[in-house]
């Protein structure tokens, strides 16, 4: 067994926790918390153009809900639309409570996201969708993320001595992925694994585990438990391969962190020798290869590039080669490109939304995170998922004032598009006086226009 801690980068630490559990039968490895849930909506069947691809169509059960096609830039972004997008706008609704240990519920619409959530990642690597939870995995699921809430802390083998302790929550702790983290939101960071405990990206691959059949999930306020013990299906490891970042089109917004680790799994392989390549407009890059660690899901080589992705209109190829895999006593060779492409027009990082968003909470961190990186693309995600303009650090800052504070005026902009209030006060502070006492005229007059007249400052 063993556990690992690690923090995300946000304005308040996301946690996750791993933990990996043997048994005589089967060997699993469980992580963080995470929530899953069942989903009615579109999921879909799997293919790719390109002749030479290795990725598989998903089985016939997914192919009534929604047609997704790697080689076809439309057809991915669309899909990034619908699924990704739409599954970070329901709010939570969980209805428990940690001062009564009342373990509460999920609304079938937020576990339907999350669930959504989770199967945009697998279906984008060309795998079989989760068709629905299991719901007496989802209720001990909830019990352990109370657990997790309560004690403001998480492990995979809770005592008595925690706060609204139960025996099904103990359980759902040691068969669970565990984050400090809600929902879909939790679902991006365990597939971006950061920190460098986490250098074999465990989240990661349970995520994207091919022969993964069953799931059940928990969502409190701040914690999520995803149950990933649960039946495995031979039918579904029928794939040669999974890639992360996948073959085909991919969306680069959700690749842009510095550290992000790549992966690429092979069911029973040995890595030991394995020669990795990474080549881009003609220049070839560096690989940095990750200690490997096995019982994971599926033998996975990990490693880390000083690749950097472009954030401009272009279409960026890359093509990444694996020599000297052995599987099976046999020795193979991988070849596939990723064309990673902006999933916003210019036009877009300026507009506001096109329909109405619901906010969600769950993504108030990664809003006050990224306003302070000045990246109008991550926030623009992130705000189409649902974050709130208006999140605000427990000091008193709300992002708009942060982003004024820095000078970072496209994400002040942005921010104002999507509805953050222009007129907030802050102990005398307001945007418009941040922007004042930084002499930018562009912001200056942005602000003033949206009041309505030219407010002089007091002093």
């Known amino acids: 067994m063993n556990e690992t801690w690690s923090t995300f980068d946000l304005g308040k630490a996301v946690r996750l926790g791993m933990i990996q559990n043997w048994f005589v039968s089967?060997?699993?490895?469980?992580?963080?918390?995470?929530?899953?849930?069942?989903?009615?909506?579109?999921?879909?069947?799997?293919?790719?153009?390109?002749?030479?691809?290795?990725?598989?169509?998903?089985?016939?059960?997914?192919?009534?809900?929604?047609?997704?096609?790697?080689?076809?830039k439309t057809s991915v972004l669309q899909f990034y639309k619908e699924f990704y997008l739409k599954s970070g706008r329901i709010p939570n609704g969980w209805t428990g409570n940690t001062k009564t240990c009342q373990a509460g519920e999920n609304t079938s619409e937020y576990n339907d996201a999350t669930l959504q959530r989770i199967n945009y990642y697998r279906m984008m690597a060309g795998l079989s969708p989760i068709s629905s939870f299991v719901e007496e995995f989802n209720q001990k699921a909830i019990r352990s993320s109370l657990i997790m809430e309560a004690q403001g802390s998480l492990?995979?083998?809770?005592?008595?001595?925690?706060?609204?302790?139960?025996?099904?929550?103990?359980?759902?702790?040691?068969?669970?992925?565990?984050?400090?983290?809600?929902?879909?939101?939790?679902?991006?960071?365990?597939?971006?694994?950061?920190?460098?405990?986490?250098?074999?990206?465990?989240?990661?691959?349970?995520?994207?585990?091919?022969?993964?059949?069953?799931?059940?999930?928990?969502?409190?306020?701040?914690?999520?438990?995803?149950?990933?013990?649960?039946?495995?299906?031979?039918?579904?490891a029928k794939v040669p391969f999974v890639a992360w970042p996948p073959e085909g089109y991919v969306p680069v917004d959700l690749f842009l962190d510095a550290n992000y680790r790549w992966s690429f799994s092979v069911a029973k392989a040995d890595f030991s020798k394995t020669k990795i390549s990474m080549t881009s407009n003609g220049k070839t890059f560096s690989?940095?290869?990750?200690?490997?660690?096995?019982g994971f899901g599926d033998n996975t080589i990990v490693w880390r590039t000083n690749l950097r992705l472009n954030q401009n209109d272009n279409d960026q190829k890359v093509k990444v080669t694996l020599e000297n895999?052995?599987?099976?006593?046999?020795?193979?060779?991988?070849?596939?490109?990723?064309?990673?492409?902006?999933?916003?027009?210019?036009?877009?990082?300026?507009?506001?939304p096109?329909?109405?968003?619901s906010i969600n909470p769950d993504f108030d961190s990664k809003v006050l995170n990224i306003v302070f990186k000045d990246d109008p693309l991550q926030l623009k995600k992130i705000l189409e998922s649902g974050g709130n303009?208006?999140?605000?650090?427990?000091?008193?800052?709300?992002?708009?004032?942060?982003a004024a504070n820095k000078n970072h005026t496209n994400m002040a902009k942005l921010l104002v598009l999507y509805g953050a209030k222009v007129n907030f006060n802050m102990n005398g502070w307001t945007p418009l006086k941040f922007a004042q006492n930084n002499g930018n005229q562009e912001l200056i007059e942005f602000f003033e226009k949206i009041l309505g007249s030219k407010v002089k400052d007091s002093d």
Request: negative net charge.
């Open 389 to 402: 303009p208006n999140a605000m650090q427990p000091s008193g800052w709300s992002a708009l004032l942060i």
């Open 287 to 294: 690989v940095i290869k990750e200690k490997s660690a096995s």
């Open 354 to 357: 096109t329909e109405t968003i």
């Open 155 to 236: 492990s995979h083998y809770p005592t008595s001595g925690w706060h609204c302790f139960s025996e099904a929550g103990k359980e759902a702790a040691g068969k669970s992925n565990l984050a400090l983290e809600a929902g879909a939101a939790s679902i991006d960071s365990y597939i971006l694994d950061p920190g460098a405990s986490n250098y074999f990206v465990g989240h990661r691959r349970w995520i994207l585990f091919p022969s993964l059949a069953t799931m059940g999930t928990g969502s409190t306020k701040n914690a999520n438990s995803l149950w990933v013990m649960g039946e495995r299906s031979e039918s579904n």
């Open 26 to 72: 089967r060997r699993y490895s469980i992580f963080f918390v995470c929530t899953f849930i069942s989903l009615t909506p579109l999921f879909g069947q799997v293919k790719l153009d390109n002749p030479e691809s290795k990725l598989p169509e998903t089985s016939k059960k997914s192919r009534m809900f929604y047609d997704l096609n790697h080689g076809d």
């Open 325 to 352: 895999v052995i599987v099976s006593g046999e020795t193979k060779s991988y070849s596939y490109d990723v064309i990673f492409f902006i999933p916003f027009s210019s036009e877009e990082l300026t507009e506001g």
